[in-house]
């Protein structure tokens, strides 16, 4: 449906001369003449005064809407060859369109909307009512469409024309639905972005809604809608966060309460180690100062009380310190009855042998609390088994394992293999122990006391004596074959020796005959 | 960074009552009220606006019938400029606005690169062919690459939704997809990602070693820099604190591994002071404890009469070193405090002054 646009072209280039300016709407003039249909066109001047002279600066006319086209291309060319400002002016039905520009390519796009017949009143009336349409729901509904194809019908619009510009005003997503589903997908994206985005380094935190906003506008989606979509994404991205923030949080405080329940274990600990350290310092300065004498010296006194003094240790833990490091040092004196060994291992450490044999027969009837009364078989199994271990410790480890009841006993072994009468056994082992001699008609053989070896050369398990034995601690002692036989029975009980081995027999070995006994050699 | 508006990348509207019988203050509150559901659209916050006084309203004749409430002008009309991306919103929101108000107003929307088209209507459907004329005249590439470098200079990078909106762009001005991802990429600059544009411009902002480096000169040239990499101004302002606030932390933890260092040069002196107390009172007991008696003439000196101190010193010290006891002691506290001769010395002579002191009224 062609209709009628008024134009006007003037030149508004401010650096033409009138004469310049009269000869430009002259070309132009003749320029427009000369398109086909343009013939017949009145054109008028439009005049002003310059220079005090009426001049031409451009020109009115009215074409038919068929002819913008060619109007235009040609305006462009002309400016293409010719770059004046130029004032241009369409007025078409109730809409006027100006372009003032001196670029040829500032009417290629009027030129593009003349020919898609968008400028002119019949697809323009009918695409802004197609368009008003889609915006209310989101899409044409069969009402709406109906009244659209009485509208083409009335603008005489062909049914393809209308079609396309249907198309054109629902844009791509043509349904409601299929408008609400790309929404919210694309919001979901822009949560995941920012989900993606808060993962990693920080971020200038920004809306998304503007954009979304603006999308919902794009796609003629209601934003009440949009808004509703946006919210339930942004309510879910925000309970996340929430959600991290607070697991954030209780991580913090139990990270904190760790540290400081850390923090009270590792002082209370230092407390502890510092104590154990001290009385670690305190067990190696006890050793140092007890390391040449059975008690320090009294320098070394002094030095371990200010110790004491200075690292808090009790009395108590002091001594018990100092007496562990004796015993360690030099042999412990533990006593089951109660009894003191200290004077015992004084003289043994001072290899005052005689003297501490004497004092080993104190300690020991001490122990039986006999009281001045004879030691018998039965009571000697009342000597309790530490005081026994304590004696023969101290002997041993004096003598270099030369004295002591072990030594007693390994020899009394010895003598069993060897003899099998009971007798003889007995005065064959007080005779390998130096206390007896070979007995004679008129000699039995007994060694009074002070003709012992208080040595050590004297032989293997010589000392201690075993005079606490005997019904008098007199010079000339003798010993019970019964109560020997109880020390030695008591003696394997609370110290019992290591198995003898048993030789391997060699079945090639000759064989020799030693006092009616058959040994293998 | 956001662009300013130019004549390139936005376009202005000019809307203007053409109703002669109406009342002005109707006019003038339709005028307001559309400009305030303008501002209230987003991103059109801060829009400015001119307002055009009617004519037809006299101030004087107001003044004189209502001397009390003189109002500046009435207003028939007003104009805006707005980003092109937003051309599409604005329209919208006018016709609605004109559906309301139904008054006759005419409108002059200029859009580049310099067209203007103007319309006289009551109506909201007419109106609407502004906004399809205006779309068909703007330059298609022009147009997509604002709205792509808009949302660049927004966001640092196009998000799914603008994507989504550029997409819509690109088909409803006949671009094609080639031509829009061309146009996607020269929008978005040498860096694709603002994630990328982050790590570069942190990296760009650690030659600032100390906060006084980041001064206005050096933010000015790392402004310039965020323009040309399309790094908005909000991210370079975050970042821009973000060192800011590292340099802070540091400068902090600086401050406190000096104060850590001064306090434990003051630990070590109050250690040693605390360590000379200790001794001092150990040597005080030991003085104590090896004069049970009290201090003697002997100490004091042989006639009595006049105490001489170094003789004083000299006796006790003497009586000291005369158990090994005591000798033992002492080589123990020394140990203990870890003291050299000359503080022990010291401490023992100060010890030993005031006894000395009090010695004349022991």
Sequence with gaps: MAQNIACLIKFVDPQLKPDELDTEVHYLTEDLRDLDGMSQIRFDPILEIRDAVETRVGIRFIAHSDLLVSILRRLRDRLYYKPLETWFLFHISDLNLQIRTDQAEDL?????????????????????????????????????????????????????????????????????????????????????????????????????????????????????????????????????????????????????????????????????????????????????????????????????????????????????????????????????????????????????????????????????????????????????????????????????????????????????????????????????????????????????????????????????????????????????????????????????????????????????????????? | MVKELDSGNSFRLSIKSLEDDSDPRVVHAGVQALCSSITQLSQLEQTKFAFLPNPQYSVLAEAIAHPRAVEPSLYAGLQCRAPLSKLRVVLRHVGNWLERTAQKTLFVLEIPPSHTITLQTSQAKILAQLLTLGEALLPPHEFYRTQAEGYVSTFGELTPAANANLSLVQQRVGLSIEEANELNATAKGPFKALAEKYQHFRKELLVCKQASDLDENFWNVMRAKAISMGLPEADAQFLKDERLNALHQEAEQTRQQAEAEAAAEAQRQHERQQRLLGYRHQFEEMVIDSLPQGVARKHIGPDGDQPDAALFHQNVMADLAGSDFNRGRLTQAREYYNLDPQEAKAVEKTVLDELYLLSDLL
């Design chain 1, 108 to 521: 290629v796009d009027l030129m593009a909307t003349a020919q898609s017949g968008l400028l002119f009143s019949p697809v323009r009336d009918y695409l802004a009512e197609a368009e008003t349409y889609s915006r209310t729901q989101g899409e044409l509904s069969p009402t709406e469409l109906d009244n659209l194809n009485l509208l083409r019908q009335r603008l005489s619009l062909s049914a393809e024309q209308a079609e396309l510009l249907n198309a054109r005003a629902v844009g791509p997503y043509k349904t409601h639905a299929e408008k609400h589903r790309y929404f919210d997908e694309t919001t979901a994206a822009e949560f995941s972005r920012l989900r993606h985005m808060d993962a990693d380094h920080p971020f200038a935190p920004k809306d998304p809604w503007p954009v979304l906003q603006e999308l919902a506008e794009n796609l003629a989606l209601p934003i009440s809608e949009a808004e509703a979509i946006y919210q339930k994404h942004w309510q879910r991205y925000n309970d996340e966060i929430k959600l991290k923030t607070d697991q954030q949080s209780a991580k913090t405080a139990v990270d904190d309460s760790f540290v400081a329940e850390t923090k009270a274990a590792d002082a209370h600990q230092n407390q502890v180690e510092q104590a154990r350290e001290h009385l670690e310092q305190y067990l190696s300065l006890c050793r140092q100062a007890m390391a040449n004498s059975l008690y320090p010296s009294e320098f070394d006194q002094g030095r371990l009380d200010q110790a004491r003094r200075l690292w808090d240790i009790s009395l108590d833990e002091a001594l018990t310190i100092e007496t562990a490091v004796r015993n360690e040092l030099y042999g412990g004196v533990e006593s089951a009855a109660g009894v003191d060994y200290n004077r015992l291992r004084d003289l043994l450490l001072q290899q005052a042998w005689q003297e501490a044999d004497m004092e080993t027969e104190a300690v020991i009837l001490k122990t039986l609390d006999r009281d001045m009364q004879p030691v018998t078989a039965t009571t000697v199994q009342r000597l309790p088994a530490v005081d026994l271990a304590t004696i023969d410790a101290l002997w041993s480890r004096y003598s270099n394992k030369r004295f002591g009841f072990r030594a007693q006993q390994q020899v009394h072994r010895s003598q069993q293999q060897i003899q099998q009468d009971d007798r003889q056994q007995w005065l064959a082992f007080q005779q390998a122990l130096g206390w007896r001699e070979p007995s004679s008609l008129f000699y039995q053989g007994y060694q009074p006391y002070h003709d012992l070896n208080f040595s050590l050369e004297a032989p293997l398990g010589h000392l201690p004596t075993w005079r606490w034995c005997c019904p008098s601690l007199s010079d000339r002692y003798r010993l019970s074959l019964d109560v020997m036989a109880a020390v030695i029975h008591h003696l394997s009980l609370c110290m019992p020796l290591d198995p003898v081995p048993t030789p391997a027999v060699d079945p090639t070995a000759p064989t020799v005959l030693t006092g009616g006994q058959t040994r293998a050699v």
